[in-house]
């Protein structure tokens, strides 16, 4: 298989009005990802070195997109929409370039597993012109049925076209096919628009293959790899089989969730084994767990590193650029940013921690605010080794704790602080005897003045 060449024909053109949305269709996401790039990244799994995205609806706003997660693709637009063997035909140029297998994808079947692909390329490998990947289910109603004679496919027929019999097949259109490159532009090129809507059909190039003598089979994949998305629920339904997918995979390398179904990942989340997730854990994209970690119930952590044996949450929100060393923790309602949390260093509770480093062993009291933005610029905080912050305090960036330093509770700190110091920023405290007493029968006497 490394030997053969191949390409893949990804379809995206469609408008996608059942999604209510000015974004093309394509471009809504599952796991953080647009469904598109969970084709393409299937695509490359399976072999296929280079990729033609065929675009229409939103035409700009693809390209820009593809610039991320399709960094070789060649985009083709289809000017004008006559069916999905037209929609193939605009990536012509690429399909020309002699490539031994050809990987037709949708868009917005984004469940598509790469082995199912793979199989399909096999098939070409061994000699078939056409491979049509379908699926079997209990419910066929709707969905094309795939005819078959001694083990040949020979058609793919339309629910409404199909004979008493043939309805009663179970095994179904996928909508994925593979095709032998020498023989791909022959077939599409003699694929015609005689039918009711004058729409030119992918699926007729299995009986023009079959009448030229060419090998037509279809292999078989479960209905999720076949899970074509159109509105907002299946857009959901979808999310909810990727998250299942990747709670299982995660599970079986080693790490516990507690209640698997209310954890969700990130396409690209890194886990790593002994690590135990708590209840109602989100993850967005560019997470990376060390083995050993505890992500306590309620946590949201995206673009964050987690080191080993860190302990986080519950409540936790670690934001782009957090970096959690060894046993560091960050505990309830804590917010660390764009921050290194040295090893072993504690961020407790109720503290935002942000463009900032905490050294080693250091301690966060409870209400801790590191004071980085001005309102037009960042500025950082560097807090030292062993420091010990005390509650309910501010440090005013730019501002540096020494090793060792102390700050006092209710501080507001502006100034930076030498190693091993201690260091006040607050008012004296002034107490008046009865003052409190004094002040009470006044307000006391005022409010009873204003229900008269």
């Not at 043939?166 to 490159?181: P, S």
Request: aromatic share 6%; hydrophobic share 40%.
């Amino acid at each position: 298989m490394s030997q053969r060449s191949c390409l893949s024909v990804i379809l995206a053109a469609g408008e996608g009005t059942r999604m209510k949305s000015a974004l093309p269709k394509v471009l809504h996401q599952i796991a953080g990802l647009p469904m598109v790039a969970h084709v393409v990244k299937a695509a490359e799994a399976a072999g296929a070195g280079d990729q033609a995205l065929v675009i229409g609806h939103g035409a700009d706003e693809m390209r820009k997109a593809a610039t991320k997660f399709a960094l070789k693709a060649e985009t083709f637009v289809q000017e004008k929409r006559l069916g999905t063997a037209h929609a193939v035909l605009a990536a012509r140029d690429a399909i020309s370039r002699g490539y031994d297998d050809v990987l037709v994808m949708f868009g917005d079947t984004p469940l598509i597993d790469p082995d199912a692909l793979t199989v399909a390329r096999l098939k070409l490998a061994e000699g078939a012109g056409v491979v049509v990947i379908g699926f079997r289910t209990a419910n066929p109603t709707g969905y094309g049925r795939l005819i078959e004679k001694g083990g040949r496919l020979v058609a793919i027929r339309e629910e409404k076209d199909c004979s008493d019999e043939e309805k009663k097949i179970t095994f179904c259109n996928g909508g994925l096919m593979a095709v032998a490159g020498s023989q791909a532009l022959k077939l599409l090129d003699r694929v015609g628009n005689k039918n009711a809507k004058g729409e030119y059909y992918l699926t007729d190039i299995v009986e023009i293959a079959s009448g030229q003598g060419l090998e037509v089979i279809a292999t078989e994949a479960s209905f999720e790899n076949a899970l074509g998305i159109n509105n907002r629920a299946e857009l959901a339904e979808a999310e909810g089989i990727w998250q299942r997918r990747r709670r299982r995979e995660a599970m079986l390398s080693g790490v516990t969730l507690i209640a698997p179904d209310t954890v969700f990942f990130s396409h690209d989340t890194e886990i790593g084994a002994d690590t135990v997730v708590e209840p109602n854990v989100w993850f967005g994209p560019g997470v990376k767990i060390a083995t050993g970690a505890k992500i306590h119930a309620f946590s949201h952590i995206e673009g964050a590193t987690v080191a080993s044996n860190c302990d986080v949450g519950p409540f936790a929100r670690l934001r782009p650029g957090a970096d959690l060393k060894q046993k560091a923790k960050v505990g309830n309602f804590c917010e660390v940013k764009q921050a290194v949390i040295e090893e072993g260093a504690k961020v407790n509770h109720l503290t935002y921690i942000g463009d900032a480093r905490v050294g080693a062993g250091a301690n966060i009291g409870a209400g801790t605010i590191t004071c980085n933005y001005d309102g037009y610029s960042k500025f950082f905080t560097d807090i030292g080794e062993g420091a010990f912050i005390g509650s309910n305090s501010s440090l005013v960036a730019p501002v540096t704790i020494g090793k060792g330093g102390y700050i006092a509770s209710g501080s507001v700190i502006t100034e930076s602080v030498p190693d091993d110091a201690l260091a006040f920023g607050r008012a004296r405290q002034k107490t008046i005897p009865g003052k409190g007493k004094e002040l009470r029968d006044r307000f006391a006497s005022a409010a009873a003045a204003k229900k008269k």
